[in-house]
């Protein structure tokens, strides 16, 4: 045979054809809970799906979990609130904001008493805030806004000493703003605008001697 006769014979008729589905997106594996001694869990910015698996509750000694711009639906499994449970360190990190989660927030999160920086932003979380938030004493950044809660900020929020920036705007909070929140000493930072809060503005907040942005405008009624 030819060399001409040879190539003229390829590529071969029967190779596979290319696959050109789209790329599926990865979900959180349940097998991240088995992960015993991370200390650091970092998946920003992927096209991650699918729901945050319950297993991850088990982890013991983690200090950051970053899941933020990604694709995540479903609710917030209540284990998270067990993290570190067996272990010794503290979470004081989690990130999860610009995802899609839904439902309430979990209660079993205020067991997380390590935690310094908490952002659930641009969600589509829904329900009231639990008080049990209250209980993040080392807590220094909140930020809650551009989702669906609803019902009134609660005053035992007041009691988050260490808290310096705190944003819950564009929700669907209404009552008044509480009178605690001026106990906030440490605050720089109040954003609470685009709700439905009513009343007067806490005469109480003249304490905050380190807040340096307030804002509680209001979109005006459309025509």
Do not use: C
Request: aromatic share 4%; no cysteine; glycine share 8%.
């Amino acid at each position: 045979m030819s060399p001409l006769t040879t190539l003229t014979n390829w590529p071969p008729t029967n190779r596979p054809a290319p696959d050109t589905s789209p790329p599926q997106s990865p979900s959180p594996p349940p097998e991240a809970g088995e992960l015993a001694n991370i200390t650091w869990l970092d998946l920003s910015v992927n096209n991650i799906s699918g729901s945050i698996p319950a297993e991850i509750g088990a982890i013991d000694n983690i200090e950051v979990i970053n899941l933020a711009f990604n694709s995540l639906t479903g609710q917030m499994p209540t284990s998270l609130g067990a993290l570190n449970a067996n272990g010794y360190a503290q979470l004081n990190e989690l990130s999860l904001q610009n995802n899609a989660f839904g439902g309430s927030l979990p209660t079993e999160l205020g067991a997380l008493v390590g935690l310094r920086l908490f952002n659930l932003a641009f969600n589509h979380l829904g329900g009231s805030i639990p008080t049990e938030l209250a209980s993040l004493s080392a807590l220094q950044v909140l930020y809650l806004n551009q989702n669906s809660l609803s019902g009134s900020l609660p005053s035992a929020m007041g009691s988050l000493r260490s808290l310096r920036y705190l944003n819950v705007s564009t929700n669907m909070l209404t009552g008044v703003l509480p009178p605690s929140l001026g106990e906030l000493s440490e605050l720089n930072e109040l954003h609470a605008f685009e709700n439905t809060i009513s009343g007067t503005i806490p005469t109480e907040l003249g304490k905050l001697g380190t807040l340096r942005a307030l804002r509680l405008q209001v979109l005006p009624n459309p025509v």
